[in-house]
């Protein structure tokens, strides 16, 4: 594992096995009531899993907003859950908001029309928690003018924002466990979605935070759709096309991709992973305080081995701590050139090849 900092120069840091360790039954007692302590007292990040902070790399973001409209606009749509129920199990036919980026302005679409062109790669981002309808839409489009900056060779891939419902509910603790518990609804939505991409279509999916889980979560849909042999979904382990995935400040389980970890069949139809971590994002910190019963730590905050993943995979890890500090904010890693390089290219790099 590599951390960069500042300046954007590569550090090599070493991580013990025993933070990659995911049951907490053994977590010192201290460091337990030391989370309590900071709940009663209101210290919990108010940022939990968001992406909304006073910063100034979200202020850096909006400038670079500002600045570039008149560049070569990308190839921008939208998928909406925000409207839609909370289900249990792979729908057949949801009624997906779409929506799609025409000279400034956003128009309604069809998903026909989103997937009628497989000749270019296509390029999903799940945002994570705290994102209005507004700010999805914003950080999306600069995630793919920065896509298209640091890579330009070969074709531009046509970018999908994945825009679930996240906005804020209630405060601190209570809203984090709202939003993961959507996620595993959301991720049935989104199984769908990657079960209607034509096999062929390269394929790269960049999550952050929450959208990690989601993602996640889809990939098991898509198996067990495989495994129960339904016909109208496209399989996720044999699909031909090339298959990114980034994930940065994932907030899902650290096991989650180890050899019997729970979303083990993620890595079946990939060809790159590409972890961003953050060793010191005090949101990630109170991770385990979501789920009772598993108490792990996040993936984003202690990272994994590459022992776990195959020798098929092309994977490299990043920790971003000496650029993005204690924050958690997906601004913050896009203001960054480095860790902008490191994204971009994880998800795009290559795609189109044969």
Known sequence: MSSINRAGS?????????????????APIARRLGRLVLLAAGLFPWAVFGHEMPSPGSRALGRAASGNEDCCEPDLWLVSTRRLPAICALPTAPALHVERRIAG???????????????????????????????????????????????????????????WPSEQQGILLKDGRAKYDRAFVDAHYLAWLLGQVPPEQPLAIVAYSFGALIAAEATEDLAEAHRSGRPDIQPWSTRPGRTHVVFVAPAVRCDALAPRG????????????TLVINSRDDA???????????????????????????????????????????????????????????????????????
């Open 262 to 273: 729970p979303y083990r069949e993620l890595l079946e139809g990939l060809e790159r992973l």
């Open 10 to 26: 590569p550090v090599q840091t070493r991580m013990s096995a025993r933070r990659f360790a995911s049951d907490r039954r053994t």
């Open 105 to 163: 302005c956003w128009e309604r679409s069809d998903m026909a029309a989103l997937l009628g062109d497989d000749s270019r790669p296509l390029l999903i981002f799940i945002h994570g928690n705290r994102y209005e309808a507004g700010s999805a839409k914003s950080q999306g489009l600069l995630l793919a003018r920065h896509v298209a900056a640091c890579c330009p060779a070969g074709p531009s891939p046509r970018t999908l924002i994945f825009s």
């Open 284 to 354: 990630l910190k109170f991770f385990p305080l979501l789920d009772r019963d598993v108490r792990a730590d996040a993936l984003g905050y202690v990272g994994m081995p590459r022992r776990w993943l195959g020798d098929g995979i092309d994977y490299s890890a990043t920790d971003a701590a000496g650029i993005v500090g204690r924050n958690h904010g997906l601004p913050l890693y896009l203001a960054s050139p480095a860790l902008t390089r490191r994204i971009a290219r994880g998800a795009v790099e290559g795609l189109a090849d044969e």
